[in-house]
């Protein structure tokens, strides 16, 4: 079965420091990845996804990831962390295959300090 | 453009009572999906749908849930008796092609 770990519920970095949020996950077949972001009381939004191709993927507001298949790893980075970052961020994937079902992490909480 | 539109947005109910979430796609998406959310179990898919026919419902917790979409444009999430353990933030999502999920705004639900 397919499962993703997010490494530290929550992180904190200064305004202008790099942001890392870490995701691995467990599957056979490496699957479709995403990024997704949760600011507060609102609904998630797409940052980025994997699916074939360049394992770099840029993606909104700055951010990118990469697809590592030897580690099994799709973490988010972004080189400059802004205030308006501050935000739940939730690492998912999607077996290859017919299923379109999302298995998301749990989910990592940004805070940007001044 | 409009979004995925879910109402009500926040619903306050007595335990036993009947509730129904509803959510509107984003037009022109075939696919749409239910959440749940809480802060114990995280982000959990309840059911999709494509081309207005359940896929797979085998997030769906118990009998109390059902969920049906009725046209390409509406959906419902109904529940029904609620208990307090139903309390939840419910998000809906819609997708043209299965694989990139539009959030709505989710609908925040207490169960007394």
């Known amino acids: 079965a397919q499962s993703v770990t997010q490494l530290g519920s929550h992180v904190s970095v200064s305004e202008g420091a790099l942001v890392l949020l870490r995701c691995n996950y467990s599957?056979?077949?490496?699957?479709?990845l995403f990024w997704y972001v949760q600011y507060p009381n609102q609904g998630l939004q797409l940052l980025l996804k994997?699916?074939?191709?360049?394992?770099l993927v840029k993606g909104i507001n700055g951010f990118e990831a990469e697809f590592k298949k030897s580690e099994t790893s799709f973490h988010l980075t972004k080189p400059s962390a802004h205030m308006s970052d501050a935000a739940e961020y939730f690492c998912?994937?999607?077996?290859?295959?017919?299923?379109?079902?999302?298995?998301f992490g749990t989910g990592t909480l940004l805070a940007v300090q001044p | 453009d409009a979004g995925v539109i879910q109402s009500p947005r926040h619903e306050v109910t007595e335990m036993g009572q009947e509730v129904t979430l509803r959510c509107k796609p984003i037009?022109?998406?075939?696919?749409l999906f239910w959440y749940r959310q809480t802060m114990m179990r995280g982000l959990e898919l309840l059911i999709y749908?494509?081309?207005?026919?359940?896929?797979?419902d085998s997030g769906m917790p118990e009998d109390r849930f059902s969920a049906k979409m009725p046209n390409a444009s509406f959906s419902t999430l109904k529940i029904q008796p609620s208990e307090p353990r139903d309390s939840a933030v419910y998000f809906c999502?819609?997708?043209?092609?299965?694989?990139?999920?539009?959030f709505g705004p989710g609908t925040r639900l207490t169960v007394l």
């Open positions: 999502a819609s997708s043209p092609l299965g694989d990139t999920q539009y």
């Open positions: 599957s056979s077949v490496p699957p479709y």
């Open positions: 994997y699916t074939t191709g360049a394992t």
């Open positions: 998912a994937v999607r077996r290859r295959g017919a299923t379109n079902k999302l298995i």
């Open positions: 037009s022109g998406h075939d696919y």
């Open positions: 749908f494509n081309n207005n026919v359940p896929i797979d």
